[in-house]
């Protein structure tokens, strides 16, 4: 089989990010420099955007309730350069800010009960594991319990 057949075919159940696409190619024994040459040319027919990748994967991830950290270690886990990262994520940003995710996230988690340390300690644990800034997470906890009569 050869690597324009294996790339196309790698790319047929889902979209892959150029980083991606290297690393398995890679581990399919092929050169580096031909490598080089199928990502350009996949890259020219927009089968691999890394960009439209990121806002993808933005609104699946920003979806699920993840915090802007985890999202970009999760892109940049799969290869895509931290400067795409962030243009992408200045571009997407309007619709919604990290903060007001934050807070959705931290509602589910209350689920209309009464803010005390417990709670508190839970949704400040949950936030941080799904990604989102120890700032974030403060401003969270402080405007839920100011919400809440605190």
């Known amino acids: 089989m050869d690597i324009k057949d294996t790339a196309l075919k790698y790319l047929a159940s889902r979209a892959r990010t150029s980083?991606?696409?290297?690393?398995?190619?890679?581990?399919?024994?092929?050169?580096?420099?031909?490598?080089?040459?199928?990502?350009?040319?996949?890259e020219g027919l927009h089968y691999l955007d890394d960009a439209d990748y990121c806002a993808r994967y933005f609104d699946y991830a920003f979806g699920k309730g993840k915090g802007t950290l985890r999202v970009k270690r999760e892109l940049e886990e799969k290869g895509v350069d931290r400067e795409v990262i962030q243009i992408a994520l200045e571009d997407y940003e309007g619709a919604q800010t990290e903060l007001e995710r934050a807070k959705l996230q931290a509602a589910k988690i209350a689920e209309g009960r009464l803010p005390d340390q417990k709670l508190m300690g839970k949704i400040g644990r949950r936030l941080t594991?799904?990604?989102?800034?120890?700032?974030?997470?403060?401003?969270?906890?402080?405007?839920?319990?100011?919400?809440?009569?605190q």
């Open 19 to 42: 980083g991606e696409m290297r690393t398995r190619l890679l581990e399919k024994g092929f050169e580096a420099e031909e490598i080089q040459q199928v990502i350009k040319q996949l």
């Open 129 to 149: 594991a799904l990604g989102y800034s120890s700032d974030i997470v403060y401003q969270v906890i402080g405007a839920y319990m100011r919400e809440q009569g």
